[in-house]
């Protein structure tokens, strides 16, 4: 436990270190380039904040791209100001492309957080029009729905009409049925007799 501690108390030592000193180079270079006052000491939180936010959206596991973007600009802004004061940059005679770049970085810096704080992730939008999609279904379900009406009953077909000549006629094809086997004539037998459909057979069958 202490030994964890004690790492834990040295990475906090030189991430403070490294702040400390970011933040003054940074704040001598937008002195240097002529924003004097309060103006040279907000330079370095733009420039810590907008590694914050990239930071934060690579972490989120979503967009990396932009966050590595925004991440590499403010890491960027960050080295060049402490290797531009190392003694490599005249501080006294700031050349005109630095003095444009520190004016310009506002803005930059802007656009950036506005982007990484207010662009939704990739998952969050494709996964808006699901939720959407099952909020609309739900919705359009019916409340009450009840059990499944049984369906109608199909009417009945009506008797087909038996001419009096074919009913006689069967009664004597089933007289000598009847006298030949012993039994009644069956409708089946009767159609085969007649060479009738099985209905008109039917209700011939009926009325002998």
């Known amino acids: ?45 733009s420039v810590d904040l907008l590694l914050v936010a990239a ?20 890491l960027a802004a960050s080295l060049g100001a402490n290797v531009a004061t190392a003694g490599l940059l005249d501080l006294a005679d700031v050349p005109d492309w630095l003095r444009i ?3 310009g970085w506002p803005a930059v810096a802007f656009l950036g957080g506005t ?19 099952e909020v609309v279904s739900v919705s359009t379900e019916p409340e009450n729905a009840g059990p499944p009406a049984d369906p109608e009953p199909e009417p009945k077909r009506p008797a087909p009409h038996v001419p009096a000549a074919l009913v006689n006629h069967a009664r004597k094809l089933a007289d000598d049925h009847r ?29 002998l």
Not at 18 to 40: P, V
Not at 115 to 133: F, K, V
Request: net charge positive.
């Open 55 to 74: 930071w934060k959206r690579l972490r989120s596991g979503s967009s990396k791209a932009a966050g590595w973007c925004w991440f590499v600009i403010a």
């Open 115 to 133: 982007l990484l704080a207010h662009t939704a992730p990739a998952a969050e939008a494709a996964s808006a029009p699901a939720e959407l999609a």
């Open 179 to 207: 006298a030949r086997t012993g039994s009644p004539i069956d409708p089946e037998t009767l159609r085969a007799r007649l060479g009738v459909p099985a209905p008109l057979a039917d209700a011939i069958a009926s009325r």
């Open 1 to 45: 436990m202490r030994a964890h501690l004690a790492r834990v108390d040295a990475v906090l030592v030189q991430a403070v270190i490294a702040a400390a000193l970011s933040f003054a180079h940074l704040h001598d270079l937008a002195s240097a380039a002529g924003q004097d006052g309060w103006k040279a000491w907000a330079y370095p939180v």
């Open 101 to 103: 770049l520190v004016a």
